[in-house]
């Protein structure tokens, strides 16, 4: 925003700020929590867009530049310029031992490292050059091409580097199978499905855009002889592994035979599909790896590159590209609901009034961006009607449960111009929201009651992501958000989401996080939920308040890394950042706790780590994607949260409450008996 539309934070100066309200805490630190609070509220306030969205960058793993790089090679736009500037960012995120990793601070990964010795060879780099001798060792140490998982083998069967008997079977058939059917594909996640349906074209045609001999990758097979199928089987008779193995080998047999009665009919569906879901939306599911593999669905179906839709998705796809002088890197999509959200949020909290400027320029911009389209989530939620949120800036057929939470806290901040499409928009949001809630009594992300468990045991399974059941985590930000709209825990919805809650918290009194890493988060959102409906002083939450406190860093920080989904002997553990640490102290805050040391420690922390622009430094992976496969680095979260936190807290130092904070005036009124709730 412009300077001239900038405002006073607070009524009150450090001056006339009046200290003290909250026993035990130094004065010193209560002077300075204002000055913090308002130097991160400028430097967020000052990155909002003239349209008044906020959209931070969104860092994941080089397995993206590596797929960009083969992207540009099978569309046949190899530009050296481009391909060298993503060629040097993945050299410069090379491991000493050769590899690279899927999270900062992380090990070397194997398919990480497969696809960037790949990635680099056919950008021109010799196999003999030192960088490539250490990668190549490295990935035969790990177990070679027959250890990468399927996607990987995938990628490389498009260009004849493994033969198409060393992935499992995706037959474009399975788009035919009736909802009803136990095993459809609406019973996928939806990020899988976005991903496997055009991945079920290409196997159907099985498209071959070969690599220069020099770009090969022979030398990565443990045995290139025989080039084994790494699709074991279980070692007991009966398990459902081994029946999708014995289907797959069915499947397979199929293939190699003139008899494919539906395949006609299944190559056209999949083309309506994926047409219908590219309408609205910046790319198939607006996400990379659906989006990298529907241009090449339409390519093999028989639009060239130029062809006007072709064109179209390529164009989405690039603009996911940040280009500088020496390098190039991709995001995995783009995050700017949700930023904007938090940012609302977190400047709310911080006292920026419901009618600056700002706000309702950020209002304005969300209220655009609900969905309205009847999506994939309509397949398994008949009764509900749209009104939800998406993460992306167009992605109508896949809103989210999160989002729409965030959003309608968001909106909950400001004084919207226009009062009655506030409230329409408020209105349809809850009310699909409360539609979402599965049978569990909690919320999953996009889809309801996606929980059938024998799809990880199918051999394309080994993203880690096949299903989008229930979580504490989304389910805690569906609290806060009902709980803000005066929802008490004695309401049906309300209390089945507790019961969900209660029953997914770990013996040691924490809850996992799915979308954030990872039990730091899932706690303190849980918390933060729970707070938001009258349960704080529950023995449960403070049982899980007090895990949250033993686990505090010497620092006075708090820290966890992307390892602890990986090992639980990691939970909670890692270095201080500044995202984690303003968690745990929200959590802590939810819980009723603002006066003992550990809170006073946490606040330091953040209070001296805070740089000069008002903002916080942050190298770990603190998102999440899919759990043990895809982390993320959201650039603005070590700005939103510590900004939340600093600003809670000295709210609670004025004397304020440790929950929810009291709606506006003028706030929109939301009468939690005016809604229909699933089963009642």
């Known amino acids: 925003m412009a300077d001239s539309e900038k405002v006073e934070l607070r009524e009150e100066t450090v001056s006339g700020y009046a200290p003290g309200r909250l026993p035990g805490v130094p004065l010193a630190l209560e002077e300075a929590i204002h000055d913090a609070v308002e130097a991160a509220a400028r430097h967020l306030l000052a990155l909002q867009a003239s349209d008044g969205h906020w959209s931070a960058e969104l860092e994941a793993d080089t397995t993206l530049e590596s797929d960009y790089i083969l992207f540009r090679h099978l569309i046949g736009r190899f530009t050296p310029t481009r391909i060298q500037k993503a060629a040097n960012y993945l050299r410069r995120h090379q491991l000493p031992d050769g590899g690279w990793n899927i999270y900062f601070g992380g090990p070397s990964e194997l398919n990480a490292t497969v696809k960037a010795y790949f990635a680099l060879k056919l950008a021109g780099d010799s196999p003999e050059a030192p960088h490539m001798v250490r990668a190549r060792e490295r990935i035969l140490e790990m177990g070679g091409i027959e250890k990468t998982n399927t996607f990987t083998r995938y990628y490389l069967c498009l260009v004849g580097a493994c033969h198409w008997k060393m992935v499992p079977a995706v037959p474009p058939e399975m788009i035919l199978l009736p909802h009803w059917f136990y095993l459809n594909l609406y019973e996928m996640s939806s990020w899988s499905r976005a991903i496997l349906v055009p991945l079920s074209v290409l196997y159907a045609r099985k498209p071959c855009w070969p690599v220069p001999a020099s770009a090969r990758v022979d030398e990565l097979f443990r045995d290139p002889a025989g080039r084994s199928s790494p699709l074991g089987w279980d070692r007991h008779l009966w398990s459902w ?21 539906f395949r006609k009919r299944a190559l056209k569906e999949a083309e309506r599909w994926l047409r219908t879901r590219m309408e609205g939306s910046d790319g198939l599911a607006a996400i990379f790896p659906a989006m990298m593999n529907s241009i090449l669905a339409l390519m093999v179906l028989g639009y060239d590159r130029d062809h006007p839709l072709t064109a179209q998705q390529i164009a989405a796809f690039e603009r996911l590209g940040m280009e500088g002088e020496d390098t190039l890197r991709m995001q995995p999509c783009f995050s700017p609901v949700w930023d904007t959200a938090l940012a609302v949020a977190a400047l709310g909290e911080a006292g920026l009034p419901a009618k600056h400027p700002g706000m309702q320029a950020a209002a304005r911009w969300l209220l655009d961006k609900q969905c309205f389209a009847r999506g994939d989530w309509k397949i398994n939620n008949r009764e509900g009607e749209p009104g939800g949120w998406c993460f992306e800036y167009r992605n109508d057929f896949y809103p989210d449960v999160d989002d729409t939470a965030a959003v309608l806290l968001a909106l909950e901040r400001v004084a919207h111009p226009v009062r009655s499409a506030l409230e329409r928009a408020l209105r349809r949001g809850v009310q699909w929201t409360l539609s979402m809630q599965g049978k569990d009594g909690g919320w999953g992300a996009f889809d309801r009651d996606n929980e059938h468990w024998v799809f990880t045991e199918v051999p394309f399974a080994d993203h880690n992501a096949m299903l989008d059941p229930s979580t504490a985590d989304v ?33 040691d009194g924490s809850w996992y996080g799915r979308w954030g890493v990872n039990y730091l988060y899932g706690t303190s959102q849980v918390l933060r939920g729970l707070a938001a409906v009258g349960e704080a002083e529950e023995a449960y939450c403070q049982h899980a308040a007090q895990w949250l406190r033993s686990v505090q860093n010497e620092d006075g920080g708090w820290g966890e890394t992307c390892r602890s989904y990986e090992d639980p002997e990691h939970k909670a553990k890692g270095p201080s950042t500044a995202s984690q640490t303003a968690w745990a102290l929200i959590g802590l805050f939810a819980s009723g706790d603002a006066k003992s040391i550990g809170v006073q420690r946490g606040v330091r922390y953040l209070m001296e780590t805070q740089r000069q622009d008002g903002s916080w430094r942050e190298d770990y992976f603190t998102g999440t994607g899919f759990p043990k496969v895809f982390y993320l680095k959201y650039h603005h979260y070590p700005l939103y949260f510590p900004l939340y936190a600093l600003a809670h807290y000295e709210r609670l130092l004025r004397g304020g409450s440790a929950g929810a904070k009291a709606p506006e005036e003028e706030s929109v009124p939301i009468r939690p008996e005016d809604f229909r709730v699933r089963g009642k």
């Open 475 to 507: 389910t805690g930000r569906v609290l806060e958000m009902l709980g803000h709209y005066r929802f008490a825990r004695q309401h049906p919805a309300v209390r089945r989401a507790i019961q969900f809650l209660k029953s997914e918290q770990e013996a």
């Open 241 to 261: 592994k081994n029946f999708f193995l014995f289907v797959d080998h069915l499947l397979k047999l199929v293939e190699r035979s003139r008899w494919k009665p």
